[in-house]
């Protein structure tokens, strides 16, 4: 009984629990309604919102459309416009478009012209504004075109005149004064102090400066400027430029520096080759002068000349023509020395000295790459010195062993000229000797 008792409590309270839990499922269903009643009333209204912002857009677009449409029909009736504009310009303009690009070329050539010409050195203005001419993009006025036709008036007759000018010239010390010159037309200007020395014009200083050397025209200057008659005086025709190639170009001792310590050595083998051919040619003129005087006296044989040595060397008993002809050979080999000295030490020089300047070109080159290591190709002034010395060391080798090559040449055709002659000599007392021996 009391089991079944039990057992009816536990199913009430099994009961009890399910109610719970149909209770909790019920309240959480109907949340869940809720919930998703709300959902759905919130998407129905942006639904809306997003429909109506469709609808604007759709109308914003619209309206676009037509004004893209109006502005379509605006450019093209714009591009008739323009097209007809154009064409009644061209017609009124006619030639006057040409005219225009002409102006416009001829001022910027003669900009040109004048910003470096010596006519404007002296601060004289030009009557047009060539820089808004050669810069104008309108069509230039009557006054304009007239200005520039002064300007070119002008200018050709500053080019054709000779006047005194108050311009700047730059002095020693490396200010600027306006000093008294003289303009040879557009191509020379002459200083009048100093007794007259020639002047360039420097752009970049925006003044007259005298070249680095004057040339050899200028020692005409101080009569021209001091005289009253007809004189001669020199002109550069390429307005500075051959001046100041003359300037840049360096005098031959300017170049014997460049070749450095190895030119020094050249020319110091080439002045001692020099000196050794001029006392072997006078040794060989003395020679030569004694052995004609003995030629023109065979009877009497003297020591004070090659051939009378030989000759006595000849003298005794002539009987035997092997033990004459080997003392006649003795007596040419004793004077060989004498006539054939200093021709080996000519023909070393003149070997010595191109090999002199092949060292200065390989010591040059040397230098010149270590300063295009050293700070480059792009400044060609750091690679001048070494490229000036291989180039005048090879120069220099070259002009002293051409003339010592011949100067060696020279000396040994005259000695063997006398060589020859103590061998005929020789010759000539052996058939002598044999003939006497004959008879």
């Not at 323009?82 to 910027?108: D, N, P, W, Y």
């Not at 090879?394 to 006398?418: D, I, K, N, Y």
């Amino acid at each position: 009984m009391r089991f079944i008792t039990t057992l009816i409590f536990a199913c009430m309270a099994q009961i009890a629990l399910a109610n719970t839990l149909i209770e909790s499922a019920e309240q959480f269903s109907k949340y869940e309604r809720n919930f998703d009643s709300a959902r759905l009333a919130a998407f129905k209204q942006d639904l809306s919102a997003q429909e109506q912002a469709l609808e604007q857009a759709r109308a914003s677009l619209a309206a676009e459309e037509k004004r893209a449409e109006e502005l379509r029909e605006q450019f093209s009736d714009n591009e008739e416009i323009l097209t007809e504009k154009t064409e009644a310009l061209r017609i009124r303009t006619g030639s006057l478009g040409e005219m225009f690009g002409v102006v416009r070329q001829v001022a910027g050539d003669l900009r040109t012209i004048t910003s470096s010409s010596i006519t404007r050195i002296d601060g004289t203005d030009t009557p047009a504004d060539l820089d808004a001419l050669a810069e104008s993009k309108a069509l230039p006025d009557l006054g304009k075109i007239k200005a520039l036709w002064q300007t070119l008036r002008q200018e050709a007759s500053l080019s054709s005149e000779v006047a005194q000018i108050s311009a700047p010239v730059v002095q020693a010390d490396g200010s600027t004064a306006d000093e008294q010159s003289v303009r040879i037309g557009a191509f020379t200007v002459v200083g009048t102090s100093n007794g007259g020395q020639y002047l360039i014009a420097d752009e970049q200083l925006g003044a007259l400066r005298p070249p680095y050397r004057q040339p050899g025209e200028a020692s005409m200057l101080s009569g021209w400027l001091g005289g009253s008659g007809v004189a001669f005086v020199g002109i550069d025709p390429s307005r500075g430029a051959l001046l100041n190639i003359e300037a840049a170009t360096p005098s031959i001792v300017e170049r014997i520096q460049q070749g450095g310590t190895i030119g020094y050595i050249i020319i110091a083998l080439g002045v001692i080759g020099l000196l050794i051919a001029l006392w072997r040619l006078f040794a060989l003129l003395q020679i030569s002068a004694g052995m004609r005087r003995q030629l023109s006296d065979k009877l009497a044989a003297k020591d004070d000349n090659a051939l009378g040595r030989v000759m006595i060397a000849s003298l005794g008993d002539r009987t035997d023509a092997e033990l004459l002809e080997a003392r006649l050979d003795e007596a040419v080999l004793r004077e060989l020395p004498a006539i054939e000295r200093g021709q080996s030490i000519i023909k070393l020089l003149a070997g010595i000295a191109p090999l002199m300047g092949l060292l200065g070109t390989v010591t040059g080159m040397i230098a010149t790459f270590q300063a295009i290591t050293a700070f480059g190709s792009g400044d060609a002034k750091l690679m001048a010195a070494g490229i000036s010395q291989a180039l005048i060391t090879t120069v220099l080798g070259l002009v002293v062993a051409v003339p010592l090559l011949l100067l060696h040449s020279w000396v040994a055709s005259r000695s063997r000229e006398l060589v020859h002659i103590l061998d005929e000599q020789s010759a000539g007392i052996i058939a002598e000797a044999q003939e006497s021996s004959r008879k």
